[in-house]
């Protein structure tokens, strides 16, 4: 009986990847529990994305001559005493008519800059763009080590990346929309016709923007071109290039600030830099800003054994040698 819901769920799975839609996969049958469950192994609302876990008679003892995997994925029901559940390593969430709506792999869950993505939830929502056939998503490390998204397509049409991204967006927050995108003539298959996620090829520069190269014309733009270049890896960088669709985002604007600061002796904002997004542009506005004055350099310093207390702190530390602990003060309307 196990083996039977095991290959059944796997025939869902592989429907809903062979039609590229977010499809519901149901309810649990008698005498059979889902569960999906937060990081802590507790109850998500409606709506929310976690881990499926199925429970009830068709659960299995565990995984042949596999204990330590076994102990990983068998675990005791929290929610009823000596009864266990399986953790899937599948991502779901339940519908408001009670049905279950597959998302994707756990495994295909990634970390970015601080944001947690579900893969398979920016994948779920291009597959709804029109014109696009079969998608992947995929986060790739450049060449300074930081994660990038990188969206690979089948397009039944010529790729319009910018139309991509304004579709996405509205759907997805904008952390969660891939800058770099790939278009193939077919995905790769293993030899059991899965998608083989290793054989998707690494983007080229060219894939990178959305703009045609134009090569720098003045000396403030080749300056800024090399900047970008060292700070973005890239080799090849056109004046007309988006700086976020080259994989820039806010913590990299910051140091393109500082870089710009140092190397040009220009001081601009990081509003700047989300306005201007093209060196052509960039170039314009920092030869109006040549006159400004610089903030002081920010530099490393020793750290003293007794650090000077903000005025805050010292509120803090006054009241205390006062009341002999802080409180904070409220009112009372009883001696009023």
């Not at 869950?109 to 939830?121: A, D, H, P």
């Not at 060219?206 to 270049?229: C, F, G, M, N």
């Not at 306005?275 to 490393?300: C, F, K, M, N």
Request: net charge negative; glycine share 8%; hydrophobic share 40%.
């Amino acid at each position: 009986m196990a083996r039977q819901k095991i290959l059944l769920f796997q025939r869902l799975t592989a429907l809903i990847k062979v039609t590229d839609k977010n499809l519901p996969i149901g309810k649990p049958i008698n005498n059979r529990v889902a569960y999906i469950l937060n990081a802590s192994l507790d109850l998500v609302p409606i709506g929310v994305i976690g881990e499926l876990c199925v429970g009830g008679a068709g659960v299995a003892r565990g995984y042949l001559n596999r204990e330590e995997l076994t102990a990983e994925k068998f675990i005791a029901n929290p929610f009823v005493a000596g009864d266990r559940i399986y953790k899937t390593g599948d991502l779901a969430r339940w519908l408001p008519d009670g049905n279950i709506e597959y998302i994707g792999r756990k495994d295909n869950q990634v970390k970015i800059r601080g944001y947690r993505i579900e893969l398979g939830e920016i994948e779920n929502a291009l597959s709804l763009v029109a014109g696009i056939s079969q998608c992947c998503v995929l986060a790739k490390e450049d060449a300074s080590g930081n994660k990038r998204l990188v969206g690979y397509v089948v397009s039944e049409e010529k790729l319009d990346k910018t139309y991509l991204q304004d579709q996405l967006k509205s759907s997805l927050p904008e952390y969660m929309v891939p800058m770099i995108w790939v278009e193939l003539d077919q995905m790769p298959l293993t030899s059991n016709g899965k998608l083989d996620r290793k054989s998707l090829p690494e983007p080229e520069s060219s894939d990178l923007s959305t703009k045609e190269y134009v090569a720098p014309r003045t000396e403030r733009e080749e300056q800024l071109a090399a900047i970008w270049q060292n700070l973005l890896g890239i080799e090849k960088v056109g004046i007309h290039d988006n700086f976020f669709e080259l994989g820039g985002h806010s913590l990299l604007a910051t140091r393109l600030v500082s870089m710009v600061r140092k190397e040009l002796s220009v001081e601009l904002s990081i509003r700047d830099v989300f306005e201007y997004t093209s060196i052509e542009a960039l170039s314009g506005h920092v030869s109006l800003q040549s006159g400004g004055v610089l903030l002081p350099a920010v530099g490393v310093e020793e750290k003293p054994d007794r650090v000077p207390l903000s005025f805050s702190q010292e509120r803090l530390w006054f009241l205390d040698q006062l009341h002999g602990q802080y409180r904070v003060p409220h009112s009372d309307s009883s001696s009023s």
